[in-house]
């Protein structure tokens, strides 16, 4: 098994330009969710998806869009991208009900 | 929602020497504490966690303690080893009652030296 992958590892944007991080995970967890990791402030979720269609806001969504079209992909959309959301994103993954979360490596973004 | 804080930001150690991280929740319902150990490079990895009807847990060297009291749990690493070295996080799950799906809330993490 290849747990969680996201892509790609690294990215440098400019302000105002969209992208998407992917991440995509083969142990058919139902849970899958998005952190940004940012110096002193710890993992602070963005988005979450209890399951392939469902999708909900954590506590920072603004500037971030997701979908779950199936069990296995997550991936997160910046439709016009800030120097504020320059930081290191962690998708992760979980069985429902389960509080264990296991994370990807992680993409650094960083946004001039 | 909960609020967990994390204390020392940065710890410095001796191999050998025990380790000490800290931290508090604010909400008495929250029934389950995880620590989550993160590599240079890498995404966080759950080490070891406890639920609130213990009140320590140890796994070889490591182990953590919870006062629901006092609203803290801390972990400890005993004989630290190079190889301790790494950024950690302590989390807790939405209260009790609501469907957490794993929506943790993260601690502000702790980078742990361990000199050699």
């Known amino acids: 098994n290849a747990g969680v992958t996201q892509t790609p590892k690294f990215q440098v944007l400019k302000t105002g330009q969209s992208m998407t991080l992917q991440c995509a995970q083969d142990?058919?967890?139902?849970?899958m969710s998005w952190y940004r990791q940012d110096p002193g402030m710890g993992l602070r979720l963005i988005h979450y998806s209890v399951g392939a269609g469902i999708t909900d806001q954590g506590e920072v969504p603004n500037g971030y869009n997701v979908s779950r079209s199936t069990t296995e992909d997550f991936p997160l959309r910046l439709l016009s991208a800030a120097p504020s959301q320059t930081s290191v994103y962690f998708c992760a993954s979980g069985r429902s009900g389960a509080n264990v979360l296991t994370f990807g490596a992680g993409s650094r973004l960083t946004v001039l | 929602g909960e609020n967990v804080e994390q204390h020392p930001s940065t710890l410095s150690v001796q191999e050998g020497d025990s380790a000490v991280i800290k931290c508090t929740y604010s909400d008495s319902a929250s029934n389950y504490f995880p620590w989550y150990k993160q590599e240079l490079g890498k995404g966080p990895q759950l080490i070891i966690d406890?639920?609130?009807?213990?009140g320590e847990k140890k796994d070889q060297r490591i182990a953590v303690t919870l006062n629901k009291t006092a609203k803290h749990f801390s972990l400890h690493i005993t004989e630290t080893q190079p190889e301790d070295s790494a950024v950690y996080f302590c989390a807790a799950p939405p209260p009790a009652g609501g469907t957490s799906y794993g929506k943790l809330t993260f601690g502000q993490g702790t980078i742990l030296t361990v000199h050699p």
């Open positions: 142990m058919n967890h139902e849970y």
């Open positions: 406890i639920r609130s009807n213990v």
